[in-house]
Structures are given as structure tokens and as C-alpha cells.
């Protein structure tokens, strides 16, 4: 199936300012053509199989794997960028990072209490990396290159995580690279101070129809057995892989479940970090902006990914994190725009999650525990206001309020839908006064905010709310 991926931006009300910047490393850019997608009957069903997803706008990305164990050091040395990236940012040879192999040995490793975080912390979806660029896998690949075949732990990781995921009622899904700097089939692009350069890999061309079987011997492995509800792909940059394979790899792994969701990164369409396809109908059901978020609302589907701190694999010399608040606030920014959030963790190789990491889940829970309704189902907002953000779903228009007004009113453009009432989430029993006689609503707020993070007011409506 094909599918529309191309960014439609939804045209706000003119109440909108600028779009602010919560100490993201780098803020999309705001360009694009509006279309109507075709509706057919793979479109439709399409929209089906999208619901559980579109409903949890929060998820967790798992980047684990023997990347863990150096955790951004090689031969004394801190490598410097991404952790999970060493093995090309140090030109390790392949024998030699082998040799991590026989140091895996995840003791600490427990699928229900990664689970039970990613529920507290409000995520809906854990996505980990069955393969990264690396060619490890964390189940029990036939290519033996894997946690079972080739470490001294000896155990696939995958199914207990799946079961865990089943019985927390959390969809399980997986990430899969195309590049692999370990399949045979694939070498360095070229040398670099008697180093090899990973990235991007050049394909033996002969070797290719070899390597797509390799690779769907593992898909229908996570499809089937592991019963994956999303195949986020990556790696997807060297040329030798095409959209035309891209769009064959779709159909096929569709035929094997019509449900899997899959990014845009399976085909070549995908434009930077930014993430969003080009036009033209390329393989995928959603855009996929990498460390950024839209500056407006965009109404295709879309999944932004982001670190905690600048990595994405363990990395121990890495203690940028950002605050609880710049994630909570990321996450309603993203929702505002109608797309989700995945929030990664680079487990460190033992298997415990980095306790900065564990915090921050945890205060991200908390706040969701109380205003979780004002993120789960939303849609885009109407408009993008100077105090915070906006999230709507049938029956209520949510205002999360950044920034608490001194003057204690907060005025929003009016609605055409008749007002039941207006509350705070975090107390539904006190009503706010409402004035509704002008060209805008004007509601009345207490003296202080419930939460310096984000106060949400609930304004009950009948109906979608929209603009008048
Ligand atoms: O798995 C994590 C990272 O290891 C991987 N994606 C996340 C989810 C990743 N992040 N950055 N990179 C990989 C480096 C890729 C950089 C580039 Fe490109 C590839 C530059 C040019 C080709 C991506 C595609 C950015 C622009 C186009």
C-alpha cells in the first residue's frame, strides 16, 4: 500500500505566536503544500489499524544492545557523539567488536519492571531495537549474531518483553535497521586512517537478494512470532536501498499481518530529521522528525523521537539531561500538533535503567496520572497561544497553561460549541467562570497554578470544539 506521508501544516488562527523552543536541539522547518489524501479501501483500513496508535500519542524507545557496554569509551578514549553510533565514530573493524559479545551479560535485566515504568511514566508502546545499525539482535536471530547465540547470558530478551508488554496491556514493537556493519554482505564505504567508515555500508551487489532474505527471515520472525505492532525502521540512507524496496518490503510484511504499522523510514522518502516525507507517494504509514518537533500542528500521522539527553544508547559520560518539565512540556507541544511522542532510554548494559532516567519517568507519570486525558485521543489544536498549549478530543478543548497570567484571565479565541463547563483537570470540582459575550472567551483562574509544569483547564463542550 502507499501511502500520503506528505506534511499538510494546519492553518492556526491567527492568536498563534511563534512557535517556542523547549531546549530542542533543533526546530523543524514550517514549509508545505496542502493535498488531500486518497480514500480508498486500504486507506480506510488504514485509518483502523492506526487507532491504538493515534489513542496513545506517548511511547517508550528502547536503544540497547552491545554499544552498552563500551558506553561511548573505546581504547581509553571517550568517543564523542551518539553511543550506539561507536562502532562507526571509532572505525571499529568488525572482529573487534565482536569481542563485546562475550561481555554481554544483562543480569539486571527485567522485562516487568521496564514495562511497569513505561505504564507509570503514561507510555501506551515500547519500541526497542530488535537490530540496530550494529547487526546484533536481541532475540534469537538465524544469523547467531544475537543475545542468545553469541553471549554468555544466553537468553532472548524479546519474549519476555513481549509478554510483559501483554500483560500491562502495552503494545510491543520493534526497531529494525536495514544498514548492517556486520552482514557480509554490506562493507565500508571506504578507509580512513586505516579505519573502516561504516556509514554509509556499500552493498556487494550481488549479495543484495541474500541480504533482503536476511532480513526477512528476521521480519517474519518479529511479525509472527514476536507478534511486533510497529516496524520502525532505520538505517535506511545508503543508496543501494530503494523506495521500490521499501514499498515491496511493505506489501510483503503486510500479507503476514494487514495491522502492522510501519514508519516512513522503511522506503527513501523521508526528508532529514525533520522526518517527514518528500512529495510523491513513498512506503509508510508515518513521518518520523528525529530530535525535533514541528513548529505547527500537521494533520498526517507523525511520531517524533527524542533522547533525555544527547544519546541514544548508554553513554556514561553523557549527563545532559533535560528537566522533567522540558519533557512534559515536549510531549503536550507534540500532542498539540497531532502527533506522538517517543521518549527513549538507553538501558546500560547490565540491564537497569540509568536512575536519571528512572526519575524522570517517574515525575512524567505523575503528571500524567492526573492529566492524562488531555494527551491520550487528542487531536490537533486550533490555535497555538503565547501561555502553552492546546489539545482537543470530542467533548472538551484542554489549555495547558505553561505560563500562569498574573492578571488570573486567560482568554482564548470562542468556540461555536455550547459551553457545559470549565474546570481544572487537577480539581474537577471547582467550576471556572467563563465570560463568553465578546469575540473571545475570557476564563477566570485561581492565584496560583496547580502544577508549575502545566495546569490543564478542561473546557466541557458538546461536540468537536470548534472555532466560531
Ligand atoms: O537509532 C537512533 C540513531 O542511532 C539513529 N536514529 C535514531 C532513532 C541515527 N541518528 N542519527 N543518525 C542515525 C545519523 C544519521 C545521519 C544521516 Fe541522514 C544519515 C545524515 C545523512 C544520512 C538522516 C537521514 C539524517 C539526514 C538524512
Known sequence: M???????????????TAAMNFGLSHVGENQVSAQTPTVDAEAENAVQKMDWWREARFGMFIHWGLYSIPAGDYEGKTIEGIAEWIMSKAGIPREEYEKFAPQFNP???DADAWVKMAKQAGMRYIVITSKHHDG????????????????PYGKDVLKPLREACEAHDVKFCTYYSIMDWHHTSQLPSKEKDGKPVWNPTRMIPEQKEAYTDYMKSHLQMLIQDYQTHVLWFDGEWPKWWTDDDGQKLYK?????????????????????YAGFSKEGSFAGDFGTPEQEIPATGVDTDWESCMTMNDTWGFKTTDENWKSTETLVRNLIDVASKGGNYLLNIGPKADGSFPEASVTRLSEIGDWMAVNGEAVYGTKAALFLPEWGRVTRKNGALYLHVFDWPKSRQLTIPALSNQLNKTVLLADSKTELKVDTSGEQWVIELPKDAADPIATVIKVDVEGMPQLR
Open 107 to 109: 543480569v539486571k535485566f
Open 136 to 151: 546484533f539482535c536481541l532475540f534469537d536471530s538465524p544469523g547467531q549474531y544475537d543475545i542468545v547465540d553469541a553471549t
Open 2 to 16: 502507499e501511502f500520503e506521508l506528505k506534511r499538510r501544516v494546519i492553518t492556526y488562527f491567527v492568536f498563534a
Open 252 to 272: 510483503w510484511m503486510l500479507k503476514m499481518n494487514p495491522n502492522l504499522i510501519v514508519n516512513n523510514r522503511i522506503g527513501s522518502g523521508r526528508q532529514g
